[in-house]
């Protein structure tokens, strides 16, 4: 079974920077697709950003630029890079993960975490 653990939510102020990890376990394939989506209370999941194990990523129009995700494979750790960070940033970040490939709709993972909160104030 597949677990994801993720970590380094806080509140920042508009225009701060914050990384978050995730750790995983459990992967029984040796290429997988992993990543980041975020969601506010009674929203839509959005995806955020998604790498595969050849390092190719994906990332959501809004936050091109800003954010970077990068992945530590010894260590099974997923990083999210976050700066100039704006209130709409404000959700809950879950880390996916999927075997194999990305699936065409890269933000949509087989296996999530409990999520790590986010939060941007001005």
């Known amino acids: 079974e597949v677990q994801l653990a993720e970590s380094g939510g806080d509140s920042v102020q508009v225009g701060g920077s914050l990384r978050v990890s995730c750790e995983m376990s459990g992967m029984t394939y040796s290429t997988y697709c992993w990543g980041w989506f975020r969601q506010v209370s009674g929203g839509e999941r959005e995806g955020v950003a998604a790498?595969?194990?050849?390092?190719?990523?994906n990332y959501a129009d809004s936050v091109k630029g800003r954010f970077t995700i990068s992945q530590d494979n010894a260590r099974n750790t997923l990083y999210l890079e976050m700066s100039l960070l704006k209130p709409e940033d404000t959700a809950m970040y879950f880390c996916?993960?999927?075997?194999?490939?990305?699936?065409?709709?890269?933000?949509?993972?087989?296996?999530w975490g409990q999520g790590t909160q986010v939060t941007v104030s001005s």
């Open positions: 996916g993960a999927e075997g194999l490939w990305c699936r065409s709709q890269w933000w949509d993972f087989g296996y």
């Open positions: 790498i595969d194990s050849d390092g190719r990523v």
